[in-house]
Nanobody, 127 residues
Framework: EVQLVESGGGLVQAGGSLRLSCAAS????????IGWFRQAPGKEREGVLC???????????YYADSVHGRFSVSSDNAKNTVHLQIYDLKPEDTAVYYC?????????????????WGQGTAVTVSS
């Protein structure tokens, strides 16, 4: 059974940092794309960035202009975990953050293309 479990969210002051994690199980952590999405209160879910892995090579892709320079994604294939590092948090980053998986190394910001989703982890940024 494929499972994705996010962790690392919380309440943080503006300017602070967080590292979110997405622990995956139930599939071979090799040829995949893991997307990070977020959904702010009253807003639609948006794609933030994505990381793919194929033949031990990883690439990442940003979808939200507002996170450039502040968000980064990395994978620890030995631990089947993808991390989302967030610096200089802003109140507008407040959202529930989700990771999602698809079993091809093609990034997408279209949520319907992802087969599996975690339960989400909430990030609240106070001003």
């Amino acid at each position: 059974e494929v499972q994705l479990v996010e962790s690392g969210g919380g309440l943080v002051q503006a300017g602070g940092s967080l590292r979110l994690s997405c622990a995956a199980s139930g599939f071979t952590f090799d040829d995949y794309a893991i997307g990070w999405f977020r959904q702010a209160p009253g807003k639609e879910r948006e794609g933030v960035l994505c990381i793919t892995s194929s033949d031990s090579s990883t690439t990442s892709k940003y979808y939200a202009d507002s996170v450039h320079g502040r968000f980064s994604v990395s994978s620890d294939n030995a631990k089947n975990t993808v991390h989302l590092q967030i610096y200089d948090l802003k109140p507008e980053d407040t959202a529930v953050y989700y990771c999602a998986a698809k079993f091809d190394a093609v990034c997408s910001d279209v949520s319907n293309y992802y087969e599996y989703w975690g339960q989400g982890t909430a990030v609240t940024v106070s001003s």
